[in-house]
């Protein structure tokens, strides 16, 4: 048998939140296998119909929980907004908290419902689309299989990287993260026309749970006036004054009140201030107290606001350091509008690339537990599975923003320039 020929038959499955170029993914996915005279199975709203699965109770239907992809399906699709398959934030490795529960039948169950129901529709391949928390879904079924008999059959196992945060580790960026930025920049540059309008502030928070990618990219081509992401939670803005401690809510307020005063004495009576949403993951426990938080511990970031917490503390700060005069400064959060847009050129392009990597990976290569990656000019890369998930938790490592590096020098560069950008302006008023 040549390398390759034991895959005749793949199955897609696109998990988690929505991003810009998921369908360019998708549909370069099963073209290229499509072409190849190889079968494709989309199935529908990521893991959630294959996680039921049972072979009596809780069957899989063609239409119904996943469809048999003809080229009609896919083809003119790549530049069309949302998730084709439609998704879901499903987790069949929920329960497994660390290898040992991989031996675990109760804990292994949905793993077991997902084996099952692939190898029960014949399916040989299986391409998995989404972020960290997918990538740790399809790294346990690689492990999951490796615990079965040797006779057992085996579905090889191929990741793509998706994430509009653009905190993967093993590839340079992501699809959907460019669109996500440009749709955002946009907004913040409609909002800092506002806040000149109005001699006020924004205080706007974005997506960004765990690194500050998205939030530093939206600032840098938004033009904002400052950019605050988790990557700069230091001793000066924690509670107990070292890097680990908790997020101290007033110095943070500080930090941007330092900011517009700067401004102000400069001439500058408006702008905008973006901050990571994974800020929130820093505060104090009696800060966040009341907001819910999932399977793994996670806050609900939407239920913090973060963007309204600081910019209320940021004016009650800069009116006593001014002696009584109110500034206004207007908090808002971004991100949803995003994941559906449009997707830009270069998303689509990184996209199809990746989607058109899980066929070589799959047949050319002959890889199984591989994470599919793109570097320099859309040149493809398979980074072992292993690489990327810690071995004790079993959790996707994520990419931060150095401080060391050039796009975090790049950031701050461009904030002291925006306090000198306004060289003349009208009588604009400094109190609201």
Same mark, same amino acid.
């Given at each position: 048998m040549r390398k390759g020929d034991h895959i005749r038959r793949v199955a897609i499955v696109f998990a988690g939140g929505p991003a810009p170029a998921a369908n360019a993914v998708i549909s370069a996915a099963a073209v290229s296998f $499509?072409?190849?005279? +190889?079968?494709?199975?989309? %199935? %529908?709203?990521?893991?959630?119909?294959?996680?039921?699965?049972? =072979?009596?109770?809780?069957?899989?239907?063609?239409? *119904?929980?996943?469809?048999?992809?003809? *080229?009609?399906?896919?083809?003119? $699709?790549?530049?069309?907004?949302?998730? @084709?398959?439609?998704?879901?934030?499903?987790?069949?490795?929920?329960?497994?908290?660390?290898?040992?529960?991989?031996?675990?039948?109760?804990?292994?169950?949905?793993?077991?419902?997902?084996?099952?129901?692939?190898?029960?529709?014949?399916?040989?391949?299986?391409i998995s689309i989404g972020g960290d928390g997918t990538l740790r879904s399809a790294n346990l079924l690689v492990e999951y299989q490796r615990r079965l008999p040797p006779e057992a059959r085996k579905v090889a196992v191929v990741h793509l990287p998706k994430t509009i945060d653009n905190d993967y580790r093993g590839i340079d960026f992501t699809f959907g993260f460019f669109t996500a930025v440009d749709v955002m920049a946009k907004e913040i540059e409609n909002l800092r026309a506002d806040a000149a309008a109005t001699s006020s502030w924004f205080i706007v928070e974005t997506m960004g749970r765990k690194a500050g990618w998205l939030s530093y990219g939206v600032a840098i081509a938004g033009e904002a006036d400052l950019v605050l992401a988790v990557e700069d939670v230091d001793a000066s803005l924690t509670v107990d004054g070292t890097d680990g401690g908790a997020l101290d809510l007033d110095r943070l307020a500080e930090r941007i009140v330092d900011s517009v005063l700067s401004c102000e004495r400069r001439g500058k009576h408006d702008g905008v201030v973006v901050l990571a949403e994974g800020l929130s993951e820093r505060l104090p426990d009696e800060v966040v107290r009341g907001a819910s938080r999932d399977e793994y511990g996670q806050l609900s970031l939407g239920e913090v606001d973060l963007a309204r917490l600081v910019s209320n503390r940021a004016m009650?700060?800069?009116? @006593?350091?001014?002696?009584? +005069?109110?500034?206004? $400064?207007? =908090?808002? *959060?971004?991100?949803?509008?995003?994941r559906c847009a449009p997707p830009h050129a270069f998303d689509v392009m990184l996209g199809s690339q990746l989607g058109i990597g899980a066929y070589r990976a799959l047949v050319e290569e002959g890889l199984d537990a591989h994470m599919v990656s793109v570097s320099g000019q859309l040149d493809l890369h398979y980074v072992p599975m292993n690489k990327l998930i810690d071995p004790v938790s079993l959790l996707a490592e994520n990419r931060f923003i150095g401080r060391e590096s050039d796009l975090y020098r790049l950031a701050r560069f461009l904030e002291e320039r925006a306090d000198r950008r306004d060289e003349w302006s009208p009588g604009r008023r400094s109190e609201d």
């Open positions: $499509m072409e190849d005279g +190889r079968e494709v199975l989309g %199935f %529908f709203h990521g893991y959630s119909n294959l996680a039921r699965y049972h =072979p009596t109770t809780s069957r899989l239907l063609p239409d *119904q929980h996943y469809r048999v992809l003809q *080229q009609r399906d896919v083809r003119g $699709m790549r530049n069309t907004r949302g998730v @084709q398959l439609g998704t879901a934030r499903t987790n069949p490795g929920s329960e497994v908290r660390g290898p040992e529960d991989l031996d675990d039948p109760g804990r292994t169950r949905s793993l077991n419902a997902v084996y099952t129901g692939l190898v029960d529709l014949g399916v040989d391949g299986l009650a700060i800069h009116q @006593q350091r001014t002696g009584g +005069r109110r500034k206004k $400064m207007k =908090p808002l *959060q971004l991100g949803y509008e995003s």
